[in-house]
Antibody, heavy 121, light 113 residues
Framework: EVQLLESGGGLVQPGGSLRLSCAASGFMFGSYAMGWVRQAPGQGLQWVSVISGTGGSTHYADSVKGRSTISRDNSKNTLYLQMNSLRAEDTAVYYC??????????????WGQGTKVTVSS | DIVMTQSPDSLAVSLGERATINCKSSQSVLYSSINKNFLAWYQQKPGQPPKLLIYWASTRESGVPDRFSGRGSGTDFTLTISSLQAEDVAVYYCQQYYDTPYTFGGGTKVEIK
């Protein structure tokens, strides 16, 4: 059974940093691209970032580019999102999601339950 | 960026009746060399993460009931629930994966009339 368990969310002050983690199990982690999608309170879905199965290819939404870094450790079956210079508009539930393929196709067939990030003073 | 526009924002349908959701992209998401539309549909129930329903515009994900169907090509797409069930109450999102940034529609809330 595919499982994705996010952690690392919390309350952070504007300008602060957080590292989100996503522990994966139940599939060949290194064979699939992985992504982050966020949802602000009461709002729709916004794609954040994606990384290929090997980690050799990454893409970011403009809203986080230059402030965030997606990475993965295939030996630990774990996905990360390092977020810096956080702003109030980064407040959201962040979902980790598995891509259908090893390349960055962008179709997400399994999602975690999400971790909540609140940026506030 | 490709803008995805869904309509209506919400709809109320009687149990057993048909529900149709529209999705329009600001540019074509058809990759003509492989004749595939890079368009997916997701369902999100309250308090839950999204669930993939359909990709390639019309390919149903494994385990998704066949009352859910997707169609369309280029810039205009529809998701149809042929016979609405109580468990289908949710918000539905379309998403293009033709190019990054991947973008979602604003969502359509489906309720029981």
């Amino acid at each position: 059974e595919v499982q994705l368990l996010e952690s690392g969310g919390g309350l952070v002050q504007p300008g602060g940093s957080l590292r989100l983690s996503c522990a994966a199990s139940g599939f060949m982690f290194g064979s699939y691209a992985m992504g982050w999608v966020r949802q602000a309170p009461g709002q729709g879905l916004q794609w954040v970032s994606v990384i290929s199965g090997t980690g050799g290819s990454t893409h970011y939404a403009d809203s986080v580019k230059g402030r965030s870094t997606i990475s993965r450790d295939n030996s630990k079956n774990t996905l990360y999102l390092q977020m810096n210079s956080l702003r109030a508009e980064d407040t959201a539930v962040y979902y980790c999601a598995k891509d259908l393929t090893g390349d960055c196709l962008g179709v997400f067939d399994f999602w975690g339950q999400g971790t909540k990030v609140t940026v506030s003073s | 960026d490709i803008v995805m526009t869904q309509s209506p924002d919400s709809l109320a349908v009687s149990l057993g009746e048909r529900a149709t959701i529209n999705c329009k992209s600001s540019q074509s998401v058809l990759y003509s060399s492989i004749n595939k539309n890079f368009l997916a549909w997701y369902q999100q129930k309250p308090g839950q993460p999204p669930k993939l329903l359909i990709y390639w515009a019309s390919t149903r994900e494994s385990g998704v009931p066949d009352r859910f169907s997707g169609r369309g090509s280029g810039t205009d797409f529809t998701l149809t629930i042929s016979s609405l069930q109580a468990e289908d109450v949710a918000v539905y999102y379309c998403q293009q994966y033709y190019d990054t940034p991947y973008t979602f529609g604003g969502g359509t809330k489906v309720e029981i009339k």
